[in-house]
């Protein structure tokens, strides 16, 4: 099975850089706002897309992504709509990879097989669900694989070489190592520490090794992007899209150039980086 | 499913942490290396009998184990059916069942080496019970309360500061019990490394429905001696309160495979349950948080709804797993109480046996109201008087004033 995601890394190899990877919430702040944007995104510089699926209880994510889920929920975001958004960008982009990223309660509710079924038919390449580790594998990740979706495991700084292959076993597409212990759009990780660590990742898998939490400047992306396969930017591009919104919360014209400028910013630190000898 | 009843209703959970569907391990990669470590722990700690010995000396003189197992007199002649014993938790330092999960947990959070210790609290009275341990082991203490529930709760956040504990408001969610849960969660990712994460109920991630229901069997444990020394049998039936519900879990655990003991959930209906209530059973269905399958509150795109009661300490939208299979295995039923029916409950017990319940009891004894009246003199039902009232006072006080205006 080769993806989306598998044909984007091999292309970036031949280039010899590294990808940026974005997130934003669906639906935030509204499903049409969101639809421009992430059409946007690819033009911008945006190798690989994470699209959020917002939850109203997302334990692992900081204050900024909370409020993006929280207004992408007012604004009636569903993840049916979520994956009408995903076939409607799809229309116009056969190549650029999406990736669904996550809690498991509103795809379990949904249903895992149906869910399967129209993710793949909306065009949706990956999913990224945060509550799901290597013991949990039975509910979503195996039937994900055989429904040809890859399945993205996080990696964490405790994470340690006993763990790393239960985690690896059954991961596809490319490994999200979680810079920090802590909640999205926190601190940011030493350089050097994540250089160690993505070479300890790479003694055990192939994969591509994106790395993600507490990046949010062109300089710190073409950091990441010397050791790194990817650098994946969330909160920072929430955080203009929430700058960029009126007094009550709603989309400016301002809204989609706001994100886009960022990633355009972002992506030139990316395309930048050196990539390190290995 | 349930045409398959096991031999036993007390063998779960599985190595995976699964009672049936319910329960599991649905956390973040973070979390995960920790709670495999917890788990080691604790199996550890179960075999070693210096533990137990340690943790039975604590219970006894500082807790002051074993409750009482009172026979409630007055309320027996006054609904005019079963005879009514209270299980007096609310005796226990502290002032409710808490105390004995908490000591647990702290025991084995000593045995790893951790020094932080983080807790969620609803009523405050897992707060509390959680400071004062901290307090006696000399641990620093952070517990995550919803704003709003500081607001109804002051008394136990002036505890809880008194006893050196530092108490979070959480502002995000309807700040209640749910987000304090998060914001505690949250904290946990940011810092494994020292921090240790005592949670109040028997929910969460494998191993905590487990644990805390061990350190919580206590209670049933004792009131299945103390019965049999008073009356020389068994007792007929068992009712106890549920938000999470490890008081419940605690009584009646013992009791699983006693078939003739029937067993009586009493959940929150708050305004009732078509309306805003925390009733997970009665009102949710199967879905994922916290680390745990089970019962919960949501929407029908699975997104989780906030649970309604006038007891903070019941103000939560799911409820322990092994209750969930309890429920779909037929063995426990789970019924519930309205906010105004609590309230009468607790004016009623405090004027006929001059005991001033916790309002999360105050739902089980409403439910006792009802359950006794309708069963012969020689049935013998226990109820979990699982914690005081002293916090509820201004509370109840204040809405009784209103009441009259």
């Known amino acids: 099975m080769t993806t989306r995601i598998d044909t984007r890394f091999k292309a970036l190899e031949a280039e010899g850089r590294a990808a940026l990877v974005t997130f934003l919430m669906a639906g935030d702040p509204d499903l049409k706002t969101s639809l421009d944007i992430i059409t946007a995104l690819p033009a911008a510089g945006a190798d690989i897309i ?21 207004r992408a929920l007012k604004a009636g975001t569903t993840l049916h709509k979520t994956l009408d958004m995903v076939a409607a960008f799809r229309n116009g982009d056969a190549t650029t990879p999406i990736v669904l990223m996550g809690y498991y309660n509103p ?23 945060v509550d799901l580790p ?57 350089s050097s520490d994540v250089g160690a660590a993505v070479a300890r990742i790479r003694r055990h898998t192939k994969l591509p090794v994106c790395v993600g939490f507490g990046i949010r400047t062109p300089e710190a992306a073409r950091d990441i992007a010397r050791h790194a396969s990817g650098a994946v930017v969330g909160s920072a591009l929430v955080d203009a899209l929430k700058a960029s919104l009126d007094a009550d919360g709603r989309a400016t014209p301002k809204t989609v150039s706001a994100v886009a400028d960022l990633v355009a910013a972002l992506a030139q630190g990316v395309r930048g980086a050196k990539q390190a000898a290995e | 499913m349930n045409s398959q009843l096991p031999n036993s209703f007390r063998s779960g959970p599985d190595d995976r942490g699964h009672f049936g ?19 080691q722990a604790y199996a550890d700690a179960k075999a070693d009998p210096a533990f137990q010995r340690e943790m039975n000396g604590y219970l006894k003189d500082y807790v002051g184990r074993p409750s009482p197992l009172y026979y409630a007199e007055r309320l027996t002649q006054h609904l005019g059916g079963a005879k009514i014993y209270f299980k007096r938790e609310e005796l226990n330092h502290t002032g409710s069942h808490k105390v004995n999960n908490v000591l647990g947990q702290i025991m084995v959070a000593r045995r790893m080496g951790k020094k932080r210790i983080i807790a969620e609290t609803g009523a405050g009275q897992h707060g509390v019970a959680t400071a004062t341990l901290c307090a006696r082991f000399g641990l620093e203490c952070i517990v995550f309360m919803g704003a709003v529930d500081v607001e109804r709760q002051q008394p136990n956040v002036i505890r809880m500061e008194m006893l050196g504990a530092t108490v979070v408001p959480v502002q995000v969610g309807a700040r209640t019990l749910k987000d304090a849960m998060n914001e505690a969660m949250r904290d946990w990712v940011t810092n494994v490394a020292d921090t240790f994460y005592c949670i109040g109920t028997v929910a969460g991630p494998h191993p905590y429905p487990m644990m805390v229901r061990d350190f919580q069997s206590i209670i049933g444990v004792e009131t299945k001696a103390q019965m049999q020394e008073v009356e020389g049998r068994l007792p007929d039936s068992l009712v106890a309160c549920i938000g999470g519900g490890s008081n419940a879990m605690g009584l009646f655990h013992p009791f699983l495979d006693d078939p003739s003991v029937e067993i ?44 309604h009661s006038i007891s903070a300490g019941l103000d939560y939208p799911g409820i322990g797993p092994e209750h969930a299979w309890l429920h779909e295995m037929k063995r426990v039923q789970y019924l519930s109480a309205t906010d105004d029916e609590a309230l009468e409950a607790f004016k009623l017990l405090s004027k006929l046996e001059g005991i001033i319940p916790a309002l999360e009891p105050a739902h089980a004894i409403a439910k006792v109201m009802e359950l006794a009246p309708a069963r012969p003199a020689d049935h013998l039902m226990v109820v979990n008087l699982s914690g005081r009232g002293d916090k509820d006072i201004p509370q109840v006080a204040e809405i009784l004033r209103k009441g009259k205006g």
């Open chain 1, 107 to 129: 795809i379990f509710i949904y249903g895992v097989d149906q869910f399967l079924i129209d993710a793949k038919q909306a065009g949706v390449d990956g999913l990224i669900i």
């Open chain 2, 264 to 307: 009586f959930g009493v959940e929150a209906a708050g305004h009732g349950l078509t309306q805003l209530h925390a009733a997970s059973i009665a009102g949710g269905r199967a879905g994922v948080l916290h680390g745990n399958r089970t019962y919960l509150l949501m929407d029908r795109d699975g997104q989780i709804e906030e649970g």
């Open chain 1, 50 to 70: 994470e699209i959020g699926m917002p939850f109203t209880d997302p334990m692992a994510d900081g204050p900024a992504i909370q409020a993006a889920g929280i």
């Open chain 2, 21 to 39: 569907i319910f329960g599991g391990r649905f956390v973040a990669e973070t979390l995960m290396p920790l709670i495999l470590d917890l788990e």
């Open chain 1, 134 to 190: 290597p013991e949990e594998d039975s509910e979503l990740c195996i039937p994900a694989m055989r429904a040809g979706l890859n399945f993205i495991r996080l990696a964490t700084p405790t994470t340690d070489d006993k763990r790393l292959p239960a985690v690896l076993a059954n991961t596809s597409g490319f490994v999200y190592y979680v810079s920090i212990t802590g909640i999205t759009g926190s601190a940011s990780a030493k």
